[in-house]
């Protein structure tokens, strides 16, 4: 989260409680990314058994 926030992606808001309490938001640079995010989990969706089932089978080869 601290390198998003140095980055620019989020911001960081921490509150003088106790306990402590730290919230992040992205920024809007950091909102751009969401429609990426979206493609890679409907991506990830569609493919996950087959990536799955990849990563088993190189298993069972080593």
Known sequence: MRAMERDGLADRTAFDENPP?????????????????????????THLSTLLEAR????RRR
């Open 21 to 45: 309490r730290v919230e992040y938001a992205l920024t809007p640079l950091g909102r751009t990314l969401i429609p990426l995010l979206d493609a890679a989990r409907t991506w990830s969706g």
């Open 56 to 59: 088993r089978a190189s298993e």
